[in-house]
């Protein structure tokens, strides 16, 4: 079944070590979002990519960086961990925004990240 | 900027029942998508039902049906013949109508909803 994939479902890092968060997805979908969400919070956008083009919400640290190397992966870069960035981290995915008016956006079953 | 609240952070109903969960958001915008999503636990978030802000009909999919209040900004979830399966999260959403630009999703805080056999 085409899908949102994230690995892995649980990461552990400590303290200023970078970690790296992975999503790949099976739909060829143009558009790649991540949010973050935080123990009984909203989800909160941090950034997309349309196609190669990246979107940085503009209270998105910079401690949060995002590659996109191909339609089918997106990873998120957390350069100095912090224990304020504990969280659910959600990839998502929707369609060329240009073919339809509504895009729904696909979640991957996220990504829980713990810092000790 | 466009928020969204849901006032209720858990709610439970007995299997078979109905219940409604309730949102409200808060706009300047005319045209935009309103949505409900559900977040079972460990599993991923998946979209129960839109509603378009032009329709002045409310959304229904299958036991699940909106009432969307436009001028009172008011967007509840109603769900009929409760099933165990129904036990989740559920995220009322907000998003313009944008063929270009930013495509961000603005969440609530979710309701927790608990069936009760």
């Known amino acids: 079944d085409a899908m949102v994939i994230q690995n892995p479902r649980y990461q552990v890092t400590q303290f200023g070590k970078p970690v790296t968060l992975s999503c790949s997805q099976t739909l060829n979908h143009n558009v790649m979002y991540w949010y973050q969400q935080k123990s009984s919070q909203a989800p909160k956008l941090l950034f997309h990519?349309?196609?190669?083009?990246?979107?940085n919400e503009a209270d998105t640290p910079d401690n949060f960086q995002s590659r996109r190397p191909n339609t089918s992966f997106c990873f998120l870069d957390i350069r100095s961990p912090g224990l304020g960035d504990a969280a659910m981290y959600l990839c998502?995915?929707?369609?060329?925004?240009?073919?339809?008016?509504?895009?729904?956006?696909?979640f991957g079953p996220g990504t829980r990240l713990t810092v000790t | 900027a466009q928020t969204v609240t849901q006032s209720q952070p858990e709610m439970s109903v007995q299997e078979a029942e109905t219940v409604t969960l309730s949102c409200t958001y808060d706009t300047s915008e005319s045209d935009y998508y309103l949505f409900w999503y559900k977040q079972p636990p460990s599993r991923q978030m998946i979209l129960v039902i839109r509603q378009e802000a032009y329709k002045q009909q409310n959304a229904t999919e299958n036991r699940f049906s909106v009432n969307f209040q436009k001028a009172a900004k008011s967007f509840s979830l109603k769900i009929s013949d409760s099933q165990l399966g129904d036990a989740a999260m559920y995220f009322c959403?907000?998003?313009?109508?944008?063929?270009?630009?930013?495509?961000?999703?603005?969440f609530g805080t979710g309701t927790r909803l608990t069936i009760i056999p």
């Open positions: 959403a907000y998003r313009r109508t944008l063929n270009f630009g930013n495509e961000k999703l603005t």
């Open positions: 998502a995915t929707s369609r060329d925004r240009s073919t339809t008016r509504f895009y729904e956006q696909y």
């Open positions: 990519y349309y196609d190669k083009d990246f979107n």
